[in-house]
Every structure is written in structure tokens, then in C-alpha cells.
């Protein structure tokens, strides 16, 4: 900065000195500018000092959001204990951490896979809509009188573990809800064959303004067909991977299997022919009078059996009725099945008994089941739980070698879809309006063994459980495949080149 002449004068001896004014007028001007800086630097720390308190508020609030999701899963934990960490033998998955809309129980119904398979989809409904699912009820008041509940057919401890990276699963309502409960509860079944829109729309508002929302059936409420990958993805994996059987079953199931297998190869027959299907169906082919006259009975007692009229030969051409065990006989004869193999019936007693049984025991002596393979007293904890016997079969039935069913039911349908998962294990699907007529002609002696041989292995060339595109018919779903016979959205693409165990240890083996 320069200094005019003025401001300055010269002394005496010579020297330059500055004017007394203009030296008071430079001192003010310099404290002016030392205040105009100090108050900007007020200023400033004051700014940050705001900003930091904001920021330390902010922090705190999602510090104290966090310590409440925690506690309330605390308390939901406590609520309902679960088998510790420790006690597991498998790595657990990490929990999934989500703000919950509310809880979701269900009573299950149906036969032990009707219920199996609806359980996969409430499961998959309640980690969509973020719910909280309580371990689904088990029907007690079905034709079975079955009073088997979740933890005697399946591993709940495992099944609420498996799961817990996709949706909290908890034994029972914590107290608050539960006492909620015990005063009122907002039941309703959800409609059949709805997708994930209606769940979203429809459900979940329900159990925002409810808390606590109760379907009281859980068979076919979610649609096989139009549905995202992620969830059908999610059904798979409840239904192949967390739903084990409980320990004593799974573990008489093993069992069952490592016989069978000590003696080789063995094929399960799903023999749906016990009197309670035969009376249903109303199909009487091969049956006496007297027998005919019981069924018919059996039927009219169920007032649930709706269909009380009914055509046994007409039903039974149009592939309608349950393969008879002597037709079954000559199927298997004529699809070139090894009369030495094991055959293991998985079914309750066969009506007519051992009668009926004659013909298949003669073309297949190794015909056994879970009664003579086991002494009684393994399988008397079980006898008086039908869903109990029908989980040991299903296990026998997934392991096996060949399975084949002679009736489409729900366990047919549901051991079908869970051996494809499992790399499309051999399953002969049975075209029965097929059979029928080719049995028929054989024993009309209008076609020889060998014609009657190759025009049935030509009927079934395309049913072994291979890889297949599921059919899809729009608006009527219960006559397009079911999801859980065919699901294909979890298994390899169809036009992908399936690879045999033996080919892959070839190909590791390759250098």
C-alpha cells in the first residue's frame, strides 16, 4: 500500500517521521479491519457449531431408531425362544433386518402335501408383504383325523433358522398380540390362485390397519403362472430346502432307504387304490358287488364328496380313475420294468387287500412296503398319524430310483416336481386313458403282448419327469400344470443340455 508525501515530514537530524494524524487514522482503519475479520470468524464457528449439533441429532435419531428395532426384535425373540445357535450343526444365514408391517398366521389345509405345498406359499407371501409368519397350523379336522401339528411332521427349528435371511418366523405371537388375539382376530381366506398384486393390495392394507391378519386356508392361494422369479424362486426353496421332516421321521425314513438300498435298485409305487380313494372316485373296476355296495356307502356319508352319481367304466375310459393294482401290473410288464427290482408301495392298506395285490406281487415278488420292511414296534409311534406314515413315504419316494404314481394327486404332483428339482429323477407319469385302452384290447386278445408292449412304451416315450415347458392355461388354473409339479423357473432351461452324473465326473476328470 503507498503513502503520499504528505502524510509524512522530516525531523531535525534528517530523519523521516509520519504525521501524528495520519498515524491515528491508519491505526483505526487497521482495528476496523482486525473487527470486520473476528466477526466474520464469529460468524463462521457459529455455523459449524449448528451444522455439527444438526448432524449429532440426526445421528442420534438413527441411533435411537436402531436400538428400537432392535428391542422389538429382542422382545419378539424372547416372546418365542429358539433353539440356540450353538445347538446347530450348519452355519446360520445372516438375519434379514426389515420395519415388519405386522404378523400373519395361518391354518393350513388338506392332506399332508396340500399343506406342504401351501405352506411354501405363505411363507413366500409373508416375506414379500414384510410381515412377521407364525409357524403355520396343521389341519386337525380333515378326513384323516390326523392331530399332528408343525413340529411333529417338520423341523421347526430349522425351518425358522433357514429362513431367517428372508422373513422372521416366530413359534407364536408375542404377548401384546397375543392378547390382542385372544379379544378378536381378523380371519378370511384369501382367494384362490391370486398373484402378488392381490397380496400387495389387498392383504397387506388388512394387516397395516389389523396388526395381526388369520387365513384360515392356505391350498392354491397363490397362482402357478404370472408371478416374478424372485418369488417363485423363494417357494422352491422353502419347499425343497427348509421344509426337513422332524428328526424321528426323517430318521426312520433314512432308514427305510438304506434297507432298500442294501438290496439294490428299487422303484416306489404311489398305489393310490385304498378305500377311501376308491369310494371318492366312485371307479369300482375289478370290484365285487359287495365291495361296490361298501363303497357307494362310504361315499354317501361324506356329505364334503359332492359328486355321489357316478360312472365308474365312463369315468374310467376317459383316464379319470385310479389304476387298478392289476392294470398297474401290466403297465409296468409292458413299460420292459425288471421283474427283480423292489418294488416299495407307498399308500395306505389297498382296498381288497391281498386279493388285489396277487397279480403285481406274481409279476413283482420283491413287492414291499414300510410295515414288513421295519419291525412294528419302529413304526408304532406313527400308526395313528396318516400325515406322519405319508412323510415317510414321501421321503422313500423322492429317494428312489423310479417313481410312479397311478393317480395325479397332490402327493403325486408335489414328489413329481421335487424329483425333478433334483436333476429329473426318473418318474414314469402314467397316461391312464392311454393304458386303459391298450389293457383293454390286450385282454379282448386284439393285439398281442408285443404290440400291447410297444404301443405302450411309445405312449409313455415322453413321460419320464424330463425337462418340459409347464403348461399354462390363461383364467382356468386348475387345468394348467401346478406350479409345484413343474417348477421350471428353478431348475435348468429346458433347452439346456442336461448333464448326467457320469458325464460330469468325466468331464472334472478331463485335464
Not at 74 to 91: D, I, Q, W
Request: overall charge negative; proline content about 6%.
Amino acid at each position: 500500500m503507498g503513502y503520499s508525501e504528505a502524510s509524512f515530514e522530516e525531523t531535525e537530524c534528517g530523519e523521516v517521521k509520519e504525521k501524528p494524524y495520519y498515524s491515528k487514522m491508519r491505526l483505526k482503519y487497521i482495528s476496523m479491519v482486525k473487527a470486520e475479520k473476528l466477526k466474520s470468524l464469529i460468524l463462521a464457528r457459529i455455523r459449524v457449531t449448528r451444522l455439527e449439533l444438526w448432524v449429532t441429532r440426526a445421528l442420534s435419531m438413527i441411533l435411537l431408531w436402531a436400538i428400537a428395532m432392535q428391542l422389538k426384535s429382542l422382545g419378539e425373540a424372547v416372546s418365542s425362544p429358539r433353539t440356540p445357535k450353538s445347538t446347530f450343526s450348519y452355519p446360520l444365514p445372516p438375519e434379514r433386518v426389515y420395519e415388519k408391517n405386522g404378523y400373519l398366521m395361518v391354518s393350513s389345509n388338506g392332506g399332508l402335501n396340500q399343506m406342504r405345498s401351501g405352506i411354501c406359499d405363505m411363507v413366500t407371501v409373508a416375506r414379500f408383504l414384510n410381515v412377521t409368519l407364525i409357524v403355520p397350523e396343521l389341519d386337525n379336522t380333515s378326513f384323516w383325523n390326523d392331530y399332528s401339528q408343525f413340529a411333529d411332521i417338520f423341523d421347526v427349528e430349522y425351518f425358522i433358522a433357514s429362513l431367517r435371511d428372508e422373513v422372521r418366523i416366530l413359534k407364536e405371537l408375542p404377548p401384546a398380540q397375543k392378547k390382542k388375539v385372544a379379544e378378536s382376530v381378523f380371519s378370511m381366506p384369501p382367494i384362490s390362485w391370486s398373484n402378488m398384486t392381490y397380496y400387495y393390495n389387498v392383504i397387506l392394507p388388512r394387516i397395516q390397519t389389523h396388526e395381526v391378519v388369520h387365513f384360515q386356508k392356505t391350498d392354491a392361494r397363490l397362482a402357478n403362472n404370472g408371478i416374478p422369479d424372485e418369488v417363485q424362486k423363494l417357494r422352491c426353496r422353502v419347499n425343497y430346502e427348509a421344509l426337513r421332516f422332524a428328526p424321528p421321521i426323517q430318521a426312520l425314513a433314512e432308514k427305510i432307504v438304506r434297507i432298500l438300498r442294501e438290496k439294490g435298485p428299487f422303484l416306489v409305487l404311489h398305489l393310490r387304490y385304498e378305500m377311501d380313494m376308491i369310494a371318492f372316485s366312485g371307479c369300482n373296476e375289478g370290484c365285487n358287488e359287495q365291495e361296490i355296495d361298501e363303497l357307494t356307502k362310504m361315499r354317501y356319508a361324506y356329505p364334503w364328496w359332492k359328486e355321489k352319481v357316478i360312472d365308474s367304466e365312463k369315468k374310467r375310459l376317459e383316464g379319470l380313475c385310479p389304476l387298478t393294482p392289476e392294470e398297474t401290473a401290466l403297465t409296468l410288464q409292458a413299460l420292459g420294468i425288471d421283474h427283480n427290482i423292489q418294488v416299495y408301495i407307498a399308500a395306505g392298506d389297498i382296498y381288497g387287500g391281498e386279493r388285489r395285490l396277487a397279480t403285481l406281487r406274481a409279476a413283482y415278488p420283491n413287492l414291499v412296503k414300510k410295515e414288513t420292511l421295519l419291525p412294528p414296534s419302529d413304526l408304532d409311534p406313527f400308526r395313528n398319524h396318516s400325515n406322519q406314515m405319508a412323510a415317510l413315504d414321501y421321503y422313500v419316494a423322492v429317494e428312489s430310483d423310479i417313481f410312479v404314481p397311478t393317480n395325479g394327486g397332490n402327493m403325486a404332483k408335489v414328489v413329481e416336481g421335487h424329483r425333478r428339482y433334483l436333476r429329473f429323477k426318473k418318474t414314469i407319469l402314467l397316461d391312464r386313458k392311454a393304458i386303459v385302452d391298450l389293457v383293454d384290447l390286450y385282454r379282448a386278445g386284439s393285439i398281442s403282448w408285443e404290440e400291447f408292449s410297444s404301443e405302450m412304451k411309445e405312449a409313455h416315450a415322453d413321460r419320464m419327469g424330463n425337462p418340459a415347458k409347464r403348461l399354462v392355461i390363461p383364467g382356468k388354473p386348475k387345468e394348467e400344470d401346478y406350479f409345484y409339479t413343474n417348477p421350471e423357473e428353478c431348475l435348468a432351461r429346458v433347452d439346456e443340455p442336461q448333464v448326467s452324473d457320469d458325464q460330469q465326473q468325466d468331464a472334472e476328470a478331463e485335464p
